[in-house]
């Protein structure tokens, strides 16, 4: 059977993945990535979930999505790690670099037409919001800022009022009108940040929800970018000759994804983790 042909993208984002958690896709994630042939990818946080990593439940295609994005690394293709709230111990990595992988806080991306593009994770907003719009506003300062603040009111949080960090699932579980509220509040958040930057779209995670819409506020407008998950959404963003666009996992995915022939055999763990340092050793060759 021949292969399909893989689609070309520029710039792939893909945001909370949650590896390592029973609600992670990663067989579908998987079908969606092997059809595909990026320039640059955006890992825009929580893709390991180590929150609720538990070292009892990795099963083999968690461990095939790695190994496909390592493939990809040793490959050349650029790869940024934005680091998110449920991977936040990477933020002690900021700044690591090994071939063409880049551990990040933010990433800011020329692109056509003389625009730019931010994209950051996005957490922090779960701290600013709660408090004031000026706190949240420093993040013309720098975003930066924000990831210090959010951590040091969450070490208070956890550390002095014994409430844990502080994150979006609570107001979730809360009322479907607090969830929508705190969504409306994160884009226009993010964009008044953007807009007061001069950047043209603001590309974030962390809220599972994938959108694509003009937001605008009296000093400007911005493009502004959720690329999903893949709990729920099964979602990610592309950017292919100058457009943005959401992909979604759909029916028919699935239904190539049940009739496709294996291109490997089915290896277990401790024969992919081989593997996978296969590919990390060609990786620190780039």
């Known amino acids: ?79 940024y790690y934005v680091t998110g709230n449920h991977d936040e111990m990477l933020r002690k990595f900021v700044g690591f670099k090994m071939g063409s992988f880049k551990i990040v806080n933010k990433v800011i991306l020329d692109l056509d037409n003389n625009t730019k593009a931010w994209i950051f994770h996005g957490d922090v907003f779960d701290v600013t919001m709660q408090h004031s719009k000026w706190l949240a506003k420093l993040g013309a300062v ?56 001069q950047y043209d779209f603001v590309v974030c995670g962390h809220i599972h929800q994938p959108e694509m819409r003009e937001i605008s506020n009296e000093h400007g407008k911005v ?10 959404n099964l979602s990610a963003l592309e950017y292919v000759e100058g457009e943005w666009s959401v992909y979604r996992f759909d029916e028919i995915d699935m239904l190539n994804m049940i009739v496709e022939t294996p291109e490997e055999p089915e290896l277990n763990n401790a024969e992919l983790f081989d593997n996978l340092m296969e590919e990390f050793n060609l990786m620190k060759r780039v």
């Open 223 to 232: 493009m502004y970018l959720n690329s999903g998950d893949w709990i729920e």
């Open 142 to 197: 720098g975003y930066d800022t924000l990831i210090l603040i959010n951590r040091v009111v969450n070490f208070v949080s956890e550390k002095i009022f014994r409430r844990g960090k502080l994150s979006l699932s609570k107001k979730i579980k809360n009322s479907v009108k607090s969830a929508v509220k705190f969504i409306n509040n994160f884009e226009q958040t993010a964009a008044d940040i953007a807009i007061s930057n």
């Open 1 to 79: 059977m021949e292969k399909a042909k893989k689609r070309k993208i520029d710039i792939l984002v893909l945001s909370d993945i949650h590896l390592g958690t029973f609600g992670c896709h990663a067989k579908e994630l998987l079908h969606y990535l092997k059809t595909i042939k990026p320039k640059t990818v955006i890992l825009n946080g929580d893709i390991i979930d180590i929150w609720q990593f538990n070292k009892r439940y990795w099963p083999k295609s968690h461990m095939k999505v790695v190994k496909h994005l390592m493939a990809w690394m040793s490959k050349g293709v650029k790869i």
